[in-house]
């Protein structure tokens, strides 16, 4: 359903006046934004209508029952500590409608053969990336990646496991002490990744990666390009050399770039 039939139908019309009305009500007694719409507690300046309606589409099919706050931020979207009908912790990953950045993410969609047909506009451009993320993601899985497990999306709001305890995350390679058994199965990953999923990371570093006590967990994969891709290759190489460097920093003894490339894409 279209954002203009959503607002034209008497739930779009009546939850944005709740909204409207419950910002108006928030502004007046000077409470925090913790308190706008009730029902999820994430309402602030940067969500937009549609993306409040499509996290109340989501409580409503019973994908997630409340949603606590924000655990993460970054430039183009928000994390999200959630809970399911279930009462299992969950992760939604809120991509922000108005995130310029996501124009500079263009050659990672149209020069990727599976997602070649980008329609004009940064809302179509941040759905489609969400999309983009829940199928690397699904594709990590089906092929026995250590990655976040993905659970649906819906417009630009994914739905992924929680990986943490008590509404704090894992923390990442960069958070964590690392050894020679982390080092090796960062390479195992990008290996695994490329041949078993068929994909590139394109942006694989010491921050999209949890230190867990099972091991490593791969996650933030929306720039992840399938290696038919033009520029797979090169996004690989940039992969390796980056998360060597960051091992080399840390005074561990790692495998030069080159020689883990020639091995991997062979």
Not at 5 to 30: H, P, T, V, Y
Not at 31 to 58: G, H, P, Q
Not at 78 to 85: G, L, P
Not at 161 to 186: H, M, W
Request: aromatic share 8%.
């Amino acid at each position: 359903m279209s954002e203009v039939e959503l607002l034209s139908d008497g739930f779009g019309k009546k939850l944005a006046r709740r909204i409207d009305n419950q910002l108006l009500k928030n502004k007046r007694r000077g409470a925090s934004e913790k308190d706008v719409f009730d029902k999820s507690k994430v309402m602030d300046d940067v969500l937009d209508k549609t993306s409040i309606m499509t996290l109340s589409k989501l409580i409503n099919s019973r994908t997630i029952s409340y949603v606590n706050g924000v655990v993460g931020s970054g430039k183009e979207a928000k994390m999200y500590w959630a809970v399911d009908a279930n009462g299992n912790d969950i992760a939604l990953k809120i991509y922000l409608v108005t995130a310029s950045n996501f124009k500079k993410r263009k050659p990672y969609l149209v020069d990727d053969p599976r997602f070649s047909r980008v329609k004009k506009g940064t809302r179509n451009m941040v759905e489609l990336w969400a999309q983009k993320e829940f199928h690397n993601l699904t594709q990590c899985i089906k092929n026995g990646i250590p990655s976040i497990k993905p659970i649906c999306v819906l417009k630009n709001v994914l739905v992924l496991e929680f990986v943490g305890k008590n509404g704090v995350p894992a923390k990442t390679l960069v958070e964590s002490e690392v050894d020679e058994n982390d080092y090796k199965e960062a390479i195992s990953i990008t290996s695994q990744l490329y041949k078993k999923a068929e994909l590139v990371h394109a942006d694989f570093s010491e921050y999209n990666i949890f230190k867990t006590e099972n091991g490593l967990i791969l996650f933030d994969l929306g720039s992840a390009v399938g290696i038919r891709h033009k520029n797979a290759k090169e996004f690989l190489q940039r992969d390796v050399t980056n998360i060597s460097r960051f091992f080399a920093k840390r005074g561990l003894t790692v495998e030069h770039p080159s020689d883990l490339m020639a091995r991997i894409a062979s």
